[in-house]
Every structure is written in C-alpha cells, then in structure tokens.
C-alpha cells in the first residue's frame, strides 16, 4: 500500500490514540497526524481533549460538533426501523461509527490526507465498522490501524506514551471499558467479563435503580410524525432536545438498562453491559404506533427487514448496498405512522397503555366490537374457512389413505 503521508486520526483523548500519535510517526513514518475528536453528546469537556492531542504531537486538532446529524441522520432512521441488534440492543454505539467516519474522509480530503487512522484493537466491532465505511465512502484513502498491530500490553502502551513525552493516567484506571455517546453508554471488562457475575450498581450513570425509581408511575404521551418522534406530552421538541427529554424520562424510572451476552462480528461472544434508555423507550412506542397504521402483510414483511437492517448496521455495512434498499422500503412505510402512544413508566418498565392516530389508523371500531354496533359480517366466515382450510383438508384425506 505504500507509506502514507498524512494522516487523519479518528482521537479520543484516552491512552491509546494518544500514543497512535507518535507511533505513526516514529514507527510508520507519517510526516504529519491531524486529529478529529467527535461531540456526540457524551458530556466530555473538548477543550482538554483538543490540546492533549497537539500536546502529543499532532499538527492540528480538530473538534467537532455532530450531535445533531447523529440524531436525525442515525438515531431517527433507526428509530424507524425498530433496530435492535438480536432482538435487544437499540445499537447506541455502532449508529456513531459510520457518522464519524463520514467526518473523518471529508476531513482527509479537505486537508489534503493520504490516509485515515483509528485506535480500535483487533477483536472489536469498531474497527470493522471503521474499515468497511472507509472502505466504501474513500478506498483511495489508506487506513491505519496501530493499535491493532503494535502488540503492546496496556503498560507497555503506557510506557511508549510516557518516552514520548504523554503522561501516563493520574488516576487510578476504571476496570470497566465504557463508550458513552447522546444515546447511550455501553459498560464492558473488568469483572463484567464473567457472563454469571451481576453488574454492580456504580457501573450505571442514565438509569436509577429499580429501588431507587419513583414509587408513581408516570404516564407520557409520545407523538409521531412520518415515524419520527417529535413530541412529548403534546409539547414539540427538536430532535436533539427529545433525545435528551427521554433519557431523563426513562432513565429516571429506570428503564432502558440491558445485560446480554451478544455475538461480535469477528466471531466471538461478549458480555455488554447498555443503558439506553430514550431509544428503547422511543423504539418501544414507534412499534406500537406501527400496529395500529401499517397492514398485517406490510407489518410482517418490515419485522423481518427489521432484523437484517439491524444486523447491517451492526456489522458496519451502513454504506452498503442492501441497507440502502432497505432504507427505501422503511421510508415508503414510515409515511403512515403517524399518532400518538400513550407509555407508563413505574420501576424499571414501560407499558404501552394507549395509542391512536386520527388520520391513519386502521382499526375500525364498528368492525372490532362485540357490541350492538357490530357491522363484521360474520355469515362470510363460512366460505372463508372453508377455502382457508381447503388445503389442509385434502392433505389430511390423503394421509389417511
């Protein structure tokens, strides 16, 4: 591939892109690192982050601010898709990968890059959902990947860093590996590794215990337009604002917390630990507006898509072909749910206790009542059975001869 130039590095401010730093230089020989250090609403102060990378060398340090695309552009669109990655993870974490490689390539080509670089070790989701977007927006650019090849050991990372002038961690290193972004913060390592170990209470920053939650309920009414949230209790927000409103929300009775051991992309099995608590909730009432505004066959057919998408994005093909196709078939569907659903939250759980849609819904009172305003014509279930059941008629009489 050839030695690159000049690099763009994908910075955290943490040990390891810290030291990806001088070790592009020395040991690679890139002439020049520029740093990119993405706000995804994660709370961090950036100031700090943006002068440590130039303290470790880099020639510039950019900070950006993609809060808002990374809702509308990813965490709404997920939203309407219902993603959950094996029927339980709302994907808080990889929905930013494809964001902020996107940023990274515009920032290549606008400094005049030769290559990309990020931090991601060898056995995580990262790196594949880094490479295979890169790969697919630029695969002129080369991509960099030290922290997968150098074989150093946490201390002998911190060593490299402490010769080339980093400064080692002052405090004492968290055992836990914790990635927190606007949507939600996943909690792994440590003691966690152990898949029979509970999670101790200190690991949980979104959510209240279940002991600790309100002891009345409280009931919110979530309002969609074209399958996007965009209300809570009849008040409009922008979409980074109802973000916000329903982590607080949800994660002030305690809900959204997940511990599953989920199946990575290079083939191994990792315990996480996800506090998500504003997308499940807003996950949980789209798919009850659903019920009541697509037909039964559209439905199905977008449960089964569903999945797929989720996986997609999970295994970093965000930029490819069938997720762009698929993207196609939830719009087209997304244009009838709109409404509101009615979600009760009281320890730990969200009940959906309500929901309605004046101008799409497609339950019809007069043909779901017992009562005196029945219009179902229930003689035409006669004929009906008859030739549903047809089939399975003829294949028992052939059987029993």
Same mark, same amino acid.
């Given at each position: 591939? #050839? ?5 763009? =590095? ?17 040991? &690679? ?39 808002? !695309? ?13 993603? =959950? ?13 494809? =964001? ?8 290549? $080509? ?18 594949? $959902? ?22 150093? %050991? ?59 939650? !309100? ?16 209300? +809570?209790?009849?008040? $409009? ?29 290079? #083939? ?22 659903? %019920? ?16 797929? &998408? ?7 093909? &965000? ?35 309500? $929901?309605? %849609? ?6 019809? !009172? ?17 004929? +009906? ?17």
């Amino acid at each position: 591939m #050839g030695r690159a130039k000049k690099a763009v =590095l994908a910075y955290s401010g943490g040990v390891d892109t810290s030291v990806c730093i001088p070790y592009l230089m020395q040991e &690679w020989g890139v002439e020049e690192v520029i740093t990119f250090a993405a706000d995804l609403g994660q709370g961090d102060e950036l100031e700090p982050i943006r002068q440590k990378a130039l303290d470790s060398g880099a020639s510039q340090s950019i900070v950006g601010d993609l809060i808002e !695309p990374f809702i509308t552009e990813f965490a709404f669109p997920a939203i309407r898709a219902n993603a =959950l990655y094996e029927g339980r993870y709302p994907l808080s974490t990889a929905l930013a990968r494809p =964001l902020i490689a996107r940023r990274l390539v515009e920032i290549a $080509r606008e400094v005049g890059a030769d290559a990309v670089a990020h931090g991601c070790t060898g056995k995580g989701n990262d790196q594949v $959902r880094f490479d295979v977007a890169i790969g697919a927006l630029a695969p002129d650019l080369k991509v960099l990947t030290p922290a997968r090849e150098w074989g150093m %050991s946490r201390e002998e990372t911190i060593a490299y860093g402490e010769r080339c002038g980093i400064p080692s961690p002052v405090s004492k290193k968290s055992p836990y590996s914790i990635d927190l972004n606007l949507l939600g913060r996943s909690i792994e390592a440590g003691p966690l590794e152990d898949p029979n170990v509970e999670p101790p209470e200190e690991i949980y920053a979104m959510t209240v215990s279940v002991d600790a939650a !309100p002891a009345a309920p409280q009931i919110v009414e979530i309002g969609f337009e074209q399958g996007n949230p965009v209300s +809570f209790d009849g008040v $409009r927000l922008d979409p980074v604002s109802l973000i916000r409103q329903a982590n607080a929300l949800a994660g002030g009775h305690g809900f959204g917390r997940l511990d599953m051991v989920e199946n990575r992309v290079v #083939g191994i099995k990792s315990r996480e630990i996800y506090e998500t608590p504003g997308l499940l909730l807003l996950i949980k009432a789209h798919q009850e507006l659903e %019920s009541l505004t697509l037909a039964a066959d559209v439905l199905r057919t977008k449960r089964q898509l569903e999945q797929q &998408w989720a996986d997609l994005v999970y295994q970093g093909l &965000w930029y490819g072909p069938l997720k762009e196709a698929l993207d196609g078939f939830i719009e087209r569907t997304q244009q009838s749910v709109n409404g509101t659903v009615r979600i009760k939250l009281h320890k730990g759980n969200a009940t959906v206790v309500g $929901r309605s %849609s004046a101008t799409n819904s497609l339950y019809v !009172p007069t043909m779901a009542t017992y009562d005196a305003g029945d219009q179902f014509d229930h003689r035409a279930s006669e004929g +009906f059975i008859y030739v549903w059941g047809l089939p399975t008629r003829l294949w028992a009489a052939s059987r029993r001869r």
